[in-house]
């Protein structure tokens, strides 16, 4: 099992530009996640879907957009990519919606010039 | 907003020493949860604490949930340079959306 899968993992983008995070996970869970890592600000959740069919924002969800394409796989986009937006995306998956432990992939690091 | 204080931000010890990392809130949460995170590498869970007042042990690593469920704490015995990294407390303020509020975390260098 590969677990949760993210790619790219390295991504540098010109402010403006479009791009798609993937996501993909081989545990059969329900629920799925993705969040942001700054320096000194923790993981900071961006969108979640706690099932197939759901997406619910986080705590900053501005800029981006997400879908749930499968139970699988979970995409996260910046239809206009903005220097603030520069940081590690982590995707992470759970069971299901609740209090369980969240897997999460190797993580993509988002540059905006 | 919840946020959770997590203290100290940097801890820098030789190896045999005992350290505390505290995770601190004014809200209340269903459940807390504590991740070590390697660099390059996603976190990976260590322990989840739900009931006030729990205690619970990982060989060398003690964690604690406060009895209000507002705070907890994460002890380790004898550091080794194997337990370097960045840990993060992450407090789920309900218990039925998965929902996590991740601390600042507290990254930790045990030098031999």
Redesign the interface.
Known sequence: NAG?TQTPKFQVLKTGQSMTLQCAQDMNHN?M?W?RQDP??????IY?S?SEGTT?K??VPNGYNVSRLNKREFSLRLESAAPSQTSVY?C?S?A???????F????TRLTVL | TQLLEQSPQFLSIQEGENLTVYCNSSSVFSSLQWYRQEPGEGPVLLVTVVTGGEVKKLKRLTFQFGDARKDSSLHITAAQPGDTGLYLCAGAPSSNTGKLIFGQGTTLQVKP
């Open positions: 949760v629920s996640y969040y000194g600000m923790g993981l900071r959740l979640y706690a619910d986080g705590e982590f992470a759970s299901l919606a609740g209090i369980y432990e969240q999460f992939g190797p993580g």
